[in-house]
T-cell receptor, first 112, second 114 residues
Framework: AQSVSQHNHHVILSEAASLELGCNYS??????LFWYVQYPGQHLQLLLK??????LVKGIKGFEAEFIKSKFSFNLRKPSVQWSDTAEYFC??????????FGGGTRLMVKP | NAGVTQTPKFRVLKTGQSMTLLCAQD?????MYWYRQDPGMGLRLIHY???????AKGEVPDGYNVSRLKKQNFLLGLESAAPSQTSVYFC?????????????FGPGTRLTVL
């Protein structure tokens, strides 16, 4: 069975700091990769996704993620965070079984 | 266009009681999903449906049943609630499978089982 690991459970940053959230998965075959975000009191929503092609994927609100196949990683980055980025971030992987497997989530707090 | 809605938003049950959570989507999506979210464990798939009249087990199906009698609705039932089922439940839908399509999530139902 595939698994998804997000090693940082809680991250606290000051505004304008750079962000990198780690995501590693265990499945060896072809995967599709997602980052979802849950802002306080809101639904989960898609931040970005990777299916194929350019391994550097750009999403909404200035976020990007890089797929490194050899490292089984799909880390999320943002050069300069804002207070409004305070949220919980989930990495998810979908393999041939068509089911999404989510990581445990990373809670990001951005201090103004 | 309401997207994905869930009823109720909150519920407190006693051990052994039963209840049904309702998920409705107005986007004409084929696929629907039920997840539970527990601290530090992300979202885990309980059951899913690839179309009206079909259901399938996910990662953690024990203690839950589902039905998809209408395309727009996906019901999650707990026949005999247990404290281990205290969680936040999310419903989601997608036009095709979650593999290549975005899943759209509902607002969640917070369930406490005493």
């Amino acid at each position: 069975a595939q698994s998804v690991s997000q090693h940082n459970h809680h991250v606290i940053l000051s505004e304008a700091a750079s962000l990198e959230l780690g995501c590693n998965y265990s499945y060896g075959g072809t995967v599709n990769l997602f980052w979802y975000v849950q802002y306080p009191g809101q639904h989960l929503q898609l931040l970005l996704k990777y299916f194929s092609g350019d391994p550097l994927v750009k999403g909404i609100k200035g976020f990007e993620a890089e797929f490194i196949k050899s490292k089984f990683s799909f880390n999320l980055r943002k050069p300069s965070v804002q207070w409004s980025d305070t949220a919980e971030y989930f990495c998810a992987v979908c393999n041939a079984g068509n089911m999404l497997t989510f990581g445990g989530g990373t809670r990001l707090m951005v201090k103004p | 266009n309401a997207g994905v809605t869930q009823t109720p938003k909150f519920r407190v049950l006693k051990t052994g009681q039963s209840m049904t959570l309702l998920c409705a989507q107005d986007m004409n999506h084929e696929y629907m999903y039920w997840y539970r979210q527990d601290p530090g464990m992300g979202l885990r798939l309980i059951h899913y449906s690839v179309g009206e009249g079909t259901t399938a087990k996910g990662e953690v199906p024990d203690g839950y049943n589902v039905s998809r009698l209408k395309k727009q609705n996906f019901l999650l039932g707990l026949e005999s609630a247990a404290p281990s089922q205290t969680s936040v439940y999310f419903c989601a839908s997608s036009p095709l499978s979650g593999k290549t399509d975005t899943q759209y999530f509902g607002p969640g139902t917070r369930l406490t089982v005493l």
